[in-house]
């Protein structure tokens, strides 16, 4: 094995023997729940108590985790380039524009908002299970940042 | 001629498809524009900030899969 293929922790120090497939196994295990807890949400009913608590203990779960045990963050950057940024507050601000119209005019079909729009997607089980998996990870993203 | 509906959505994915333009030109070595990842993390610095994205990442989950 080579020196470069054994496993360290982020301050490079290494993982005792056998770590990283601890870490591995950990990974896919949480991946399995999940995955699971996902497709279980997305077979709710919209607008029922049981659609509300399946969003909500994700976001207890994290708070909780960003609060208390929080993980090693990305550090965040000292400053950022204004042009750069300028460029993201054009389309967020053309984003939030365009949806605030829609919502203005009380998203009629000839102008629907994002909403009506990506709502139909949803429907298919495998999709909004999906879309649930991946917001709980921006979730986890937005914790270790 | 394009109906009102279809000019709606075309300017919804264009929004979002600059979004997705950026985030790649933002992972280009030497980019002066910052990653999604970089300005979320930026505005989370302050106590306030994180606590702001954080319900704002909850709302999103309410919004399209509890309503």
Redesign the interface.
């Known amino acids: 094995m080579a020196t470069d293929d054994v496993p360290r922790r982020r301050d490079g120090r290494r993982l005792p023997l056998g770590a990283g497939r601890g870490i591995r196994v950990r990974t896919a295990a949480i991946g399995i729940v999940l995955a699971g807890y996902a497709w279980a949400?997305g077979s709710?009913t919209?607008?029922t108590a049981t659609?509300?608590v399946?969003?909500l203990i994700?976001?207890v779960v994290?708070?909780v985790i960003?609060c208390w045990w929080p993980p090693e963050r990305?550090?965040?950057?000292d400053?950022?380039?204004i042009?750069?940024?300028s460029?993201?507050a054009i389309?967020v601000a053309?984003?939030f524009e365009?949806e605030a119209s829609?919502y203005k005019d009380n998203s009629l079909?000839?102008?629907?908002s994002?909403?009506d729009?990506?709502?139909p997607l949803?429907e298919p089980h495998i999709i909004?299970s999906t879309?649930?998996l991946v917001?709980m990870l921006?979730?986890w993203?937005?914790?270790r940042? | 001629m394009m109906?009102?509906?279809v000019l709606?959505?075309v300017?919804?994915g264009v929004?979002?498809a600059?979004?997705f333009a950026?985030e790649f030109l933002?992972r280009r070595p030497g980019?002066?524009?910052?990653t999604?990842?970089?300005?979320?993390?930026?505005l989370?610095?302050p106590r306030i900030g994180?606590v702001l994205?954080?319900l704002g990442?909850?709302w999103?989950?309410?919004?399209?899969?509890?309503?």
């Open positions: 949400a709710t919209p607008l659609a509300l399946f969003v994700p976001g994290l708070a960003a990305i550090p965040a950057p400053k950022l380039d042009i750069g940024v460029y993201w389309c053309a984003l365009w829609a079909p000839w102008h629907p994002l909403t729009l990506i709502n949803l909004k879309a649930f917001w921006v979730g993203a937005l914790v940042r | 109906s009102t509906r709606t959505i300017v919804f929004v979002i600059a979004m950026l933002a980019s002066r524009i910052p999604v990842g970089q300005w979320l993390g930026y989370m610095r994180r994205i954080f990442w909850w999103l989950g309410w919004h399209y899969f509890a309503r």
